[in-house]
């Protein structure tokens, strides 16, 4: 590991790669620190697989893909599981 660096970032979530990126590109020596080896950099983003959340997109109405805000809730309610008395949606 390098001795010597302009920053430190602590977390390789997408925001702190972002911001190591606009660092780099500006001429910054960086150093990044995190918990997770390098295969599974990105925080919470590695583990969502790569998806994104999208609700009646042009791309899904293109497709004829039905969908509305009610579905993507009741999509979303349906998947989060909640099956203890401690988990709501407020």
């Known amino acids: 590991m390098a001795d010597d660096a302009d920053v430190i970032i602590v977390g390789a979530g997408l925001a702190r790669l972002v911001a190591a990126v606009e660092l780099a590109e500006a001429g ?3 150093i990044i620190v995190d918990q997770e080896p390098e295969q599974s950099l990105g ?3 590695f583990w ?3 998806g994104l959340f ?3 997109s042009p ?3 293109r497709m004829r893909i039905r969908d509305s805000h009610d579905l993507a809730l009741e999509d979303w309610m349906g998947t989060a599981a909640f099956d203890r008395p401690e ?3 407020p």
Request: aromatic share 16%.
């Open 87 to 89: 988990d709501f949606w």
């Open 28 to 30: 910054r020596k960086i």
């Open 43 to 45: 925080g919470q983003a």
């Open 54 to 56: 999208l609700v009646d």
């Open 48 to 50: 969502s697989f790569g």
């Open 59 to 61: 791309e899904q109405r």
